[in-house]
């Protein structure tokens, strides 16, 4: 039996539970035993990817909700809302890291921090490898079921394993008597980090604010309706998003000589061509014009 996208997209935020559980715990051990502050501090942003992978899927769950009484036209849109609020705890994991490096930077504080043992190191590495595996993962499926929350927490996944990059450079720095490199990546890594806020953050609002489809979907849609028999021509032809699904309504010309039950086969034929060539589209709304011949 075939899947639901909801059923998909909670089987992958499960998965990357359980490995953000195992890898939070492994890194917390090589921060303590290896002497890694740096390595600590890395365990903790991981645990906010648990955090962010249960906002997920809390969006993903409430948005699957079928309509009612009052949210008569669904739900959709509670997906766009955990996204923007996955691209909150992104962008406060990224200031966090940014200002901890701005601060030491500032305050030149360089001295009597214990060297990292070799186990932090072999931490960060394992932690940098699993954290973007987990991103491909999760982004695949995110892709493949267009999920604005499950593709979010991908990025969120991303946003640690730059993380865990820093770490790497900080804890290698300090093992060559270099400790400043950890203070200027993790500045560096702030701007990446912010920039996935930012971009998640505008694709959400998109979403969210009845956003037209792209000019290649409304010129297909175009084309779908013209082919239909006795549809003499389009008047006009809106789109809007709605979460990860579409609506659309388009006022069709035809003739008028037709009878009603004659244009209301038309209007049919067209609502459910365009229902079933676009499978994003949740409802089509047609209005037949009369033209005389």
Not at 52 to 75: F, Q, R, S, W
Request: hydrophobic share 50%; with cysteine; glycine share 8%.
């Amino acid at each position: 039996m075939e899947k639901s996208n909801e059923q998909i997209a909670l089987r992958v935020a499960r998965n990357s539970i359980i490995i953000n559980v195992g890898l939070s715990a492994f890194k917390l051990f090589a921060g303590i035993f290896g002497q890694s502050a740096a390595m600590v501090s890395d365990a903790v942003h991981s645990i906010t990817d648990l955090i962010g992978t249960v906002i997920a899927i809390i969006g993903i769950k409430l948005a699957n909700k079928k309509p009612d009484k009052e949210h008569p036209y669904g739900h959709e849109r509670f997906e766009s809302v955990a996204t923007l609020a996955l691209a909150a705890l992104i962008a406060v994991v990224g200031m966090g890291i940014g200002w901890s490096g701005v601060q030491t930077i500032l305050s030149g504080e360089y001295e009597g921090i214990a060297i990292p043992g070799v186990l932090a190191l072999v931490a960060a590495v394992a932690s940098i490898g699993i954290k973007e595996a987990v991103f491909w993962y999760v982004r695949a499926t995110a892709k493949k079921i267009d999920s604005s929350a499950l593709m979010a927490d991908a990025w969120h996944s991303r946003a640690d394993g730059l993380s865990s990059i820093g770490s790497f450079i900080g804890i290698l720095g300090a093992r060559m008597g270099f400790p400043i490199l950890d203070s200027v990546a993790a500045i560096v890594i702030c701007g990446f980090i912010l920039k996935t806020a930012v971009t998640i953050t505008l694709d959400a609002i998109g979403k969210m604010t009845d956003r037209a489809c792209d000019d290649e979907t409304v010129n297909a849609m175009r084309k779908v309706i013209l082919s239909q028999e006795s549809v003499e021509g389009i008047d006009l032809l809106r789109t809007r998003i709605f979460g990860n699904r579409i609506f659309v309504d388009v006022e069709i010309a035809v003739n008028a000589s037709l009878s009603f039950t004659e244009a209301h086969k038309i209007s049919h034929d067209v609502h459910d061509e365009i229902e079933s060539q676009f499978p994003k589209v949740k409802h089509c709304k047609v209005h037949v014009n009369p033209i005389d011949s």
